[in-house]
């Protein structure tokens, strides 16, 4: 059994969840503790109980303890891999990068520890200095998805610790194994008992409780547009600082002009691989008439190349969709698509393999109109849609025709065009003939709309949110 780990201590949860492999069905990675709210209250003391204690400790010691986990993240690169790939269902290849990411995390930020910004501001008043420093904003609730069970802790707990915090990491449900696993290295970095702690279990149960209770002061949340909106009125409700990242209905812009290899390449990649499972994917590509067939007849040639299949497997491109949950809402939207008129060109159902698990072939969906649901909603699934356009100026209008504004990219060889679209875009991130996909840890992470709420995540701006700021006069 896999335990919580509650200030210092692991403990045993009310029941048990099993952890199943979604490339093997009859592959059970484990059993994880299931917590109650009691056992949350319990987390949520602790960490209240060791914040002060963390705030006040050393920028050396923060920096010790955050590069070791880095540290052994690394060294521990292939059984993490392989385990993320086991319980999530992205290829090994993918795994790997991931949890390459989180060691870079953690090492980004045992820096920062060291480097937190103040000012002296010049005198305005005779004999009296303004200082600004930035202290802790205490306790942090963390709440993370499915899709990157360990790059998007390691963005949320890295920071909350490199800036003095204590913590409380509810996981998803789907994928405890990464979670415990990150959890049980940072069990052993020398933090103080209640400094980190690791609650498994419901939303609605652990979830609710870090939301309601008032010694958390701050939530930092990824899932979807409906439990944001919960989240929101929860945090908000009480006055907790709050921080959340939402869904994308993310564009990428083809024009005419555009390198066709490369934009092939940007539009597989950024909304196939790892299963559509990512935030930034591309779902809709809207591109100009004069290359239109060329490119749409491109990617269903690629498509019929790609592998899927078993995500530890040699040579597999996509592995399963994570559950029977998230399959049958891709498959519900592969018929709304035809209902609604869109021509499926390509893919869309199911796979069977030489394992019973949750695959489904990449579905290219032809002729769409931006106005069907499935180029308005967020799939989250190996599914986009193609939507020709006559002009630069109509593709710029559909692709900020959205109620997301996460990730948006363009592939063209016009910087007249390249440039006019950095600015215009409505979205947090732009990307320039590459995929929509694919971000860097030390820069911001974020977007607009529906797609976002508060601070930035990331690099030196996640210190807006993990932080406060505090003014403070001196009289000579």
Request: contains cysteine; aromatic residues 8%; negative net charge.
């Amino acid at each position: 059994m896999h335990e919580n780990f509650i200030g210092g201590r692991w403990v045993g949860g009310t029941q048990a969840r099993e952890n199943i492999n979604p490339s093997d069905l009859s592959d059970v990675i484990g059993e994880y503790a299931q917590a109650d709210a009691a056992q949350a209250g319990q987390a949520i003391a602790a960490a209240r109980a060791a914040a002060p204690t963390w705030a006040r400790t050393t920028a050396q010691r923060k920096f010790d303890a955050l590069d070791a986990i880095g540290g052994e993240i690394l060294a521990r690169k292939e059984e993490l891999a392989t385990l993320l790939a086991r319980e999530e269902g992205k290829t090994l290849a993918d795994a790997r990068g991931e949890v390459d990411r989180a060691a870079g995390i953690f090492k980004f930020f045992a820096g920062e520890a060291v480097r937190l910004p103040g000012q002296i501001l010049p005198v305005n008043r005779t004999g009296i200095v303004p200082e600004v420093t930035r202290e802790p904003v205490g306790v942090v609730g963390i709440i993370a998805p499915w899709n990157f069970p360990i790059a998007i802790p390691a963005w949320k707990i890295a920071p909350a610790l490199a800036y003095g915090n204590a913590v409380v990491f509810k996981p998803a449900d789907l994928v405890p194994g990464s979670a415990w696993a990150l959890a049980e290295i940072i069990s052993r970095a020398g933090l103080p008992d209640g400094t980190f702690n690791l609650v498994m279990g419901r939303g609605s149960v652990v979830g609710q409780t870090l939301l309601q209770d008032p010694r958390v002061d701050a939530i930092s949340f990824t899932g979807s547009v409906g439990t944001g909106r919960r989240v929101a009125e929860a945090a908000i409700g009480r006055l907790a600082k709050v921080q959340m990242e939402m869904g994308g209905k993310n564009p990428l812009v083809i024009l005419d002009d555009a390198d066709l290899d490369v934009a092939v390449e940007c539009a597989v990649n950024g909304a196939y691989f790892q299963t559509g499972q990512r935030c930034t994917a591309s779902s809709r590509f809207i591109v100009q008439r004069g290359i239109y067939g060329r490119f749409t007849e491109a990617v269903k040639r690629r498509l019929e190349g790609l592998k899927v299949g078993h995500a530890l497997r040699p040579g597999i491109d996509i592995g399963p969709v994570v559950d029977a949950e998230q399959l049958a809402q891709n498959e519900r939207y592969v018929g709304i698509g035809k209902d609604e008129g869109a021509v499926l060109a390509y893919g869309g159902d199911r796979i069977k393999a030489d394992t019973e698990g949750y695959f489904m072939r990449p579905a290219l969906f032809v002729d769409c109109d931006n106005a069907q649901r499935i180029c308005r909603e967020e799939i989250f699934g190996p599914v986009a849609a193609a939507i020709p356009v006559s002009s630069y100026e109509e593709a710029l209008e559909l692709a900020n025709d959205t109620e997301f504004g996460l990730s948006s990219g363009i592939c063209t060889t016009s910087l007249k065009h390249a440039a006019h679209f950095k600015r215009e875009s409505q979205a947090g991130m732009v990307m320039v003939n590459c995929p929509t996909a694919g971000v860097d840890y030390h820069a911001p992470f974020g977007g607009r709309k529906e797609s976002s709420y508060g601070p930035r995540e990331q690099g030196h701006y996640a210190l807006e949110f993990y932080t406060s700021v505090k003014t403070a006069y001196t009289a000579s």
